[in-house]
């Protein structure tokens, strides 16, 4: 802690910090553009200028810029001051000078950085009047809009796009009054973290092109906090909706899990439930096709059957919330639920969720995960599967080398300085993947097997570092040394990590991952994590409520037992067999399919019941660390549709049942009675019947526009509002706006802040946790002691075969998810199906890039053309998992690729 | 006695006084010209419309009266797709005239939009909009500002230099 003067009164801060930062977190207004706190300062737009004194006796001081200068013991300063604040009024005059007369028509207006701070050092009126620096546009793809007349060279976006984000293909170009943000010439920016530049950019350069495409303002939107469900991570989000459509998804900022950021399959992935392929009303199948009906008449089909003799399986789903989960649980009772996952993923999801709650071994957040000094990845390709990890993970490679700067004197914040002392060096990264990975560019060592010679090195390396744990033998020649290398790098480190999952559908892989972690503890390592990413948003929650595999339930069809099924928000097509999952709708009495989306599932159901997407429902999911965060309903959708959860509540009324809840309190309550695991349910957020100065928390911005003409064109009289029995939130502008409560705060705003940049007025410091806490509990916490029980089940070697390959999934950041890939956006980034082969397997089937080739797989043959990816290994070839055409092959599995015959 | 008498006498003496009454409907009433009345929405001197959905009218009026929705050509022009304004809800202050950067809305003198059935005062864009500029009969936005419209590039607008060659360091 450090005294320092500002307006020559004292304050105590954060040694360490640079007075920018300080002066922010103070509460100061102070403007400024270059610096962010997850990119540190370059002192790049001189914004930022205060006086500095030498001692009370000055009088005079000098000009500084705050966010490079360090707020040492005893530093005075001013903010207020007359030549200080003329300097940045004039600061703001010279980046005006050639800015464009945009604003009614930007899409930034309104929550413009830049507008904010001209406001700030009231400079309103320009004085020049000479002709205004052009640029032209370029295309960026389907994420980004590019409109280059705004730019004010702070040089925020390259920072994050090359420093933080480690892209490639966005840079300067040109010199001085000319230079230029953008490609070395149009197309796609490659980065799976570009999205972020709408919100990082402070003016409008970059903003969110989807966006564009229905044009609402940000004060125009009803927002509410939400959680990303395009994948395990969990990240927090603020969609926001206008007339009845989603029209973007922002950051919200949780400190533990996403920060300022999220991945572009998360941001853009949204449009699915503006979608065409949404299921809007109840539909019944009459003479062989699906017709909507009323909800009377759907429920009362369901009932027929619910009090008929047959028995009621309820097949769950990794997307669907855990009260949808449960509360089909609770109408079909547990023996009859099954989780609705392929019977592979169940076997890793188990044995990851095992090892994450043993006594010894700790579940990281993703910040923490930034935090580590060592990683050690195993079996993923996490920029494609979980890509907000892989951006902590560069971080942490960066973040470990930043005490070489500081024991040079330069502070942890000068990230320009840091940089060029460290000339590229970066921490111990330790990738074995399958195939090449984007995080190659910063690893120590990167290593391509097959999963199974993957495992391997995970046995190995925890046998380096405890000798108690199996040891592995015949190890080939490169590996003895790796391993004891990574094991070393794993040992010396203070917070080391392991990064592994089931993306490679191998046991051998995850349980690997968990020897070197028992084996980090053993040794006695104090913060050793291990972080397994999840395939789904809430891939953990079905398994907590011990769910049974979906595959004992498609036996049923074998078993000549009269069934019905309820599918809970699943398409039963992308877990299983197609064979198999037709003989089990087939044989049913009645498949009832809850969902929100048509799927080949439902095509073949008996009753579909619209469901609510994450934005017009409320629930809770479980990401991969182990944390339950709830989502609430950011509109009421049309006609019927709600969440399943509710749709379940009202059969089992029908049926003698116990399910009676109404609201979404009431099932927190049952959940946390019944289901021991996930006891802290309720705790997520706070109930519904919480009040605020005895009034609701408003959705809608208090500027919220249109209020009594929105819908006056079908009727004059305005509407009552709609009612919200599960959260503490009103579908109004009308209310308490508190945010002493971040699982119920979705938009950041403080007079004169309207942009996102808010936020630092409620950050206890800038940069850092919420005032009021972060979103979101752990369901568990690591528990004392060691468990050492190492998994003793070793593979053997890899072994390529004569005529056969063996055939591994390959994921897609676009494409490989199911809901994201309905958006347009993101399936104009999706690649189309092919077979990955490496060069030498490639020379010897005598097969070329881009030819059609069959592989036949179980008997099935597909036809695909190839691809050559060098850093696959022999005998192993790639496949594009989930994506659309071909979202159930069985992998991984022995295939064969037949060379066509041209006909 | 003496007040009464005096009132009589000047309520008399008003008889012959110049009468101040319209006889309204009949006799029109003469409005000044920055009288706030009914609301249109204008277009600029080339005829394109004016408004470039930039929802700061929606924004500035305080009841709330007006919804709209941004749409663009295929040049990127901004248009809005619908412009609404429920006149049954409208106080005529004249902000959202004031706070459009455009010059699309207008407040005009008229004031004669009685109606019997509440729903009729809902007025959508094309009762709105009028063939002519109204006010200010110069101006175009899309003249000044830096975006490209069809028919303006970059570069094109009013004050503006030719657009940068990014490949001056190159040779
Ligand atoms: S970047 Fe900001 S200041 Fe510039 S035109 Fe857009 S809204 Fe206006
Ligand atoms: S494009 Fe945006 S972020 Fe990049 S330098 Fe310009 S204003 Fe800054
Ligand atoms: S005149 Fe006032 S009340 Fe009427 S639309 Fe404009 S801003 Fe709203
Ligand atoms: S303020 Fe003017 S330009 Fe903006 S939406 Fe309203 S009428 Fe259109
Ligand atoms: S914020 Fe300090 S110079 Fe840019």
Known sequence: ?903 | MLSMLRTLWIVFRHAFRRRVTYQYPEQPVPLPPRWRGRIILTRDPDGGERCVACHLCAVACPVDCIALQATEDEHGRRYPEFFRINFSRCIFCGYCEEACPTYAIQLIPDFEMGEYNRQNLVYEKEHLLIDGPGKYAGYNYYRVAGVSIGGKGKGEAENEAPPVDVRSLQL
Request: glycine content about 8%; some cysteine.
């Open chain 1, 1 to 903: 802690m450090a005294t320092i003067y500002v307006d020559n009164k004292p304050y105590v801060v954060n040694e360490g910090r640079n007075l920018l930062q300080v002066c922010l977190s103070l509460g100061f207004n102070l403007p400024y553009f270059c610096w962010h706190p997850a990119l540190g300062s370059v002192g790049a737009c001189r914004q930022c200028a205060v006086k500095q004194f030498k001692d009370e006796k000055d009088k005079r001081g000098k000009i500084v810029m705050a966010c490079m200068t360090p707020a040492a013991e005893g530093v005075r300063i001013a903010v207020d001051d007359e030549e200080a604040r003329q300097f940045r009024e004039t600061v703001i005059e010279w980046l005006m000078a050639n800015h464009p007369h945009d604003c009614p028509v930007c899409d930034e207006g309104g929550e413009c950085h830049l507008q904010d701070m001209t406001v700030m050092t009231g400079h309103n009126y320009r004085k020049y009047r000479f002709p205004k620096r052009t640029y032209q546009n370029q295309y960026l793809g389907p994420f980004i809009n590019h409109e280059m007349n705004r730019c004010i060279q702070c040089y925020r976006c390259v920072r994050f796009y090359q420093d933080y984000a480690g892209g490639q293909d966005l840079g300067v170009f040109a010199a001085h009054d000319r230079v230029y943000f953008g490609r070395h010439k149009d197309g796609v920016l490659e980065n799976e973290f570009s999205g972020n530049l709408v919100e990082l950019c402070p003016t409008g350069v970059f903003t969110d092109k989807t966006l564009k495409g229905h044009y609402t303002r940000a004060w125009d939107l009803q927002t509410a906090p939400s959680v990303c469900v395009h994948c395990g991570v969990g990240c927090n989000t603020t969609p926001g909706e206008r007339y009845g459509l989603l029209r973007r998804i922002h950051n919200r900022f949780n400190h533990d899990v996403n920060g300022y950021f999220l991945c572009d399959r998360g941001r853009y992935g949204y449009e699915f439930v503006n979608g065409e392929r949404r299921v809007r009303t109840p539909l019944l199948k009459r003479d062989g096709a699906l017709g909507p009906v009323t909800r009377a008449e759907a429920l009362t089909e369901i009932g027929k059957v619910l009090s008929g003799p047959a028995v009621l399986l309820g097949i769950g789903s990794p997307r669907a919330s855990i009260e949808s989960n449960f509360a089909l649980r609770e109408l079909v009772g547990p023996d009859r639920f099954y989780d609705g996952v392929s019977a592979r993923e169940r076997q890793l999801l188990s044995a990851m969720l095992s090892t994450l709650r043993a006594p010894g071994v700790h579940s990281p957040s993703l910040r923490e995960v930034g935090e580590a000094d060592a990683v050690f990845v195993l079996g993923e390709n996490l920029a494609e599967v979980a890509p907000m990890i892989a951006l902590q993970v560069r971080q942490a490679v960066y973040r470990s080398t930043v005490p070489m700067g500081e024991r040079l004197g330069i502070p942890a914040w000068h990230d320009s300085a840091i940089r060029e002392a460290i000339q590229g060096r970066h921490g111990p990264l330790y990738l074995a993947t399958v195939t090449g990975d984007k995080l190659a560019d910063v690893a120590t060592r990167s290593w391509c097997a097959a999963p199974d010679d993957l495992a391997r090195l995970g046995f190995a390396v925890a046998h380096c570092i405890d000798p108690t744990a199996p040891s592995v033998s015949d190890l080939s020649e490169e590996l003895p040394g790796l391993a004891k290398e990574i094991a070393g790098a794993l040992r010396s480190a203070q917070r080391p990590l392991i990064v592994s999952g089931p993306s490679c559908g191998s046991l051998a892989v995850v349980q690997a991952a968990a020897n070197v972690a028992i084996s980090l503890s053993a040794a006695g390592a104090q913060h050793a994590a291990l972080c397994y990413d999840a395939p789904e948003c809430n891939s953990f929650g079905p398994a907590l409520l011990d769910g049974h595999g979906l595959d004992e339930a498609l036996q049923a069809a074998k078993s000549g037992s009269v069934y019905a099924a309820i599918v809970l928000e699943n398409d039963l097509y992308r877990r299983a067999d197609r064979a198999a999952v037709d003989a089990f709708l087939e044989g049913a009495e009645q498949v009832v399919v809850i969902d929100h989306t048509v799927h080949d599932t439902t095509k073949r159901a008996d009753v579909v019941l619209p469901a609510a997407t994450f934005a017009e429902g409320d629930g809770t999911l479980v990401n991969n660390e182990g944390r339950a965060q709830r989502f609430v309903q950011v509109f009421k959708a049309q006609g019927d549709v709600q969440e399943s959860w509710r749709w379940l509540g009202e059969l089992s009324r029908t049926a003698p049942s116990n399910g009676a809840w109404q609201n979404l309190d009431h099932i927190c309550t049952r959940i946390a009675e019944t289901a021991p695991a996930l006891g802290e349910i309720a705790r997520v957020a706070p109930a519904a019947t919480a009040r605020f100065l005895a009034q609701r928390i408003p959705r809608q911005a208090h500027r919220y526009s249109g209020r009594t003409a929105i819908g006056a064109h079908v009727n004059v009289h305005e509407p009552a509002l709609p009612e919200d029995p599960d959260s503490p939130m009103a579908f109004s502008m009308e209310g308490f706006p508190s945010t002493c409560s971040s699982a119920l705060t979705s938009a950041y705003w403080a007079p004169g802040w309207n942009s996102v940049q808010a936020l630092n007025k409620f950050q206890a410091e800038v940069g850092g946790p919420l005032r009021v806490g972060n979103a979101g509990v752990r369901l568990w916490e690591v528990a004392e002691g060691h468990d050492h029980k190492y998994f003793e089940v070793i593979p053997p070697a890899f072994q390529s075969r004569e005529k056969e390959h063996l055939a591994v999934p390959l994921h897609h950041i676009f494409g490989s998810e199911e809901l994201s890939v309905l958006s347009p956006s993101v399936a104009e980034r999706a690649p189309a199906s092919y077979v990955a082969v490496n060069f030498r397997d490639a020379e010897a089937l005598q097969i070329t890039d881009g030819e059609n080739v069959q592989l036949v797989l179980d008997g099935i043959p597909y036809r695909l053309p190839v691809r050559i990816l060098p850093d696959l290994p022999s005998g192993v070839v790639g496949l594009p998992s989930g994506l659309p055409e071909m979202s159930w092959v069985k992998l991984p599995g022995w295939g064969k690729i037949v060379k066509e015959v041209p006909a």
